[in-house]
């Protein structure tokens, strides 16, 4: 037959060791939740109060153990304000040097869980991020001068698809929410090949993905990228002009 005080103090260990992995659970669940969406604000909240039982559920287990009788003010005060309620039953239970000691610990797998919370929220940003990977930007160049197409046009295309490929990035926001759509996006590129600007020309019915579709042509000009601009595609003014409609869909 199992010892009884062994099964406790068995039991109290497995409820303090689960403390710190609903940190962790919450820190993942962090990087998920956006703004307005319910179901991930309710799955936030039923991790918080599955925390909130766990430490409730230690109380009742240490008060069992220790033969410390559970007043129902005190039972309140650790399900509602177990920061409060926890260390004066602590030094009710133990006395003052045992109640010392055991708060030093509490804070200590306190200050644990809060680790773990921050180890979670960095899991879980990198997982989002990796996934941002497996989201495919689909880029169709059709790009467009004053004049009609020319032998250039193919070549400068592939170098357009390739650099647009390698550099722009699928939205987490829009990612998480499952938006896609095709932005039109006029590129203005200086003869020397430079990228000179980018404006929306029409939008794909989404913020975001109309931001990143803009916002690539920036950082491509910021870190001096250029294009190898055919002879025959250098408009007599200096600039040419591209539209270039990009599609962001999400890979099954």
Same mark, same amino acid.
């Given at each position: ?57 230690? !109380?009742? =287990? @240490? *008060? +069992?153990?220790? $033969?410390?009788?559970?007043?129902? %003010? ?95 990035? !699928?939205? =987490? @926001? *829009? +990612?998480?929410? $499952?938006?896609?759509?095709?932005? %039109? ?68």
């Amino acid at each position: 037959m199992a010892d009884p005080v062994k099964t406790l103090r068995a039991s109290t260990r497995l409820v303090l060791s689960a403390i710190p992995l609903t940190g962790l659970l919450l820190g993942v669940l962090s990087q998920f939740i956006r703004p307005g969406q319910v179901h991930g604000y309710l799955l936030f909240a039923l991790c918080g109060f599955m925390q909130t039982f766990l430490i409730f559920l230690w !109380y009742r =287990l @240490d *008060a +069992q153990k220790r $033969g410390f009788h559970r007043s129902r %003010l005190m039972n309140t005060g650790i399900a509602g304000i177990a920061t409060l309620a926890l260390p004066y039953y602590l030094f009710r239970s133990r006395g003052f040097l045992g109640g010392l000691a055991a708060t030093a610990l509490a804070v200590l797998l306190f200050l644990v869980t809060l680790l773990m919370m921050v180890v979670g929220a960095a899991g879980g940003y990198l997982v989002r991020h990796s996934a941002v990977e497996a989201a495919a930007v689909n880029v169709t160049t059709t790009p467009t001068s004053q004049s009609k197409a020319l032998p250039g046009e193919v070549e400068l295309n592939r170098q357009i698809e390739l650099l647009l490929s390698n550099n722009i990035r !699928y939205p =987490l @926001d *829009a +990612q998480h929410h $499952g938006r896609e759509g095709t932005a %039109l996006v006029k590129v203005y590129v200086l003869r020397s090949g430079q990228i000179s600007r980018a404006e929306l020309v029409r939008s794909s019915g989404d913020a975001d993905l109309d931001a990143e579709a803009v916002a690539v042509w920036a950082r491509l000009k910021a870190e001096g990228k250029k294009l190898q601009v055919p002879d025959e595609f250098k408009p007599g003014r200096g600039e040419l002009t591209l539209q270039l409609p990009v599609a962001f869909s999400l890979a099954e």
